[in-house]
């Protein structure tokens, strides 16, 4: 699938099928992941994924809006080192290009805050995080289990300003 192709088809996706995702195309996504420009290219990011049922639901439980990563054929939890200034943009750029690799592959998925979030230290702990790390997103990943529309974006001629506001 082009870029520009994958960029518009991305939505978020809550609701799943029960069919796994192959080993090789979560590979791919993290792949695509670990490629995002990351500031002074500290690459400070790990990336949990998650496949088993009974980890997904403890996630699940945990997140006040991130209860279908029960329902989901895998949850990435994208951590980043703390003590690097850009750690949040870093982990947020992953998570953009994880969800982009998805969408190529025709996978669904959605972005569950972690980053600021009072279950963040809590999810670290249940995957066995170094207290050094952050956790900045959770990407519930699966094949859409129904069609979901695409939300209303502000169009290109009301956001976009030519050389000044
Ligand atoms: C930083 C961030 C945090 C988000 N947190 C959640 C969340 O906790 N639960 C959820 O269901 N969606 C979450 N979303 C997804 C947004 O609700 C979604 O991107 C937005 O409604 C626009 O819809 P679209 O992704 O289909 O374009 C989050 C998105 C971002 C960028």
Not at 73 to 93: I, K, L
Request: proline fraction near 5%; charged fraction near 25%.
């Amino acid at each position: 699938m082009d870029l520009f192709e994958a960029i518009e088809k991305r939505r978020s996706v809550r609701a799943f099928q029960s069919k796994p995702i192959a080993r090789e195309d979560l590979e791919k996504i993290i792949d695509a992941g670990r490629c995002a420009p990351t500031g002074r290219n500290e690459q400070p990011w790990e990336f949990v994924v998650v496949t088993d049922m009974y980890a997904r639901q403890r996630i699940a439980e945990l997140t006040t809006f991130g209860k279908y990563i029960a329902d989901a054929a895998a949850c990435v939890a994208v951590f980043c080192r703390g003590n690097t200034p850009y750690y949040v943009e870093d982990g947020a750029a992953a998570t953009e290009n994880i969800l982009l690799a998805a969408t190529a592959l025709g996978i669904g998925g959605c972005w569950v805050a972690g980053d600021k979030k009072p279950y963040a230290v809590d999810i670290g702990e249940s995957l066995g995080a170094p207290e050094t790390h952050r956790l900045v997103s959770l990407v519930a990943l699966g094949y859409e289990g129904e069609e979901t529309p695409r939300k209303p974006k502000r169009p290109v001629n009301e956001v976009l300003h030519w050389e000044n506001w």
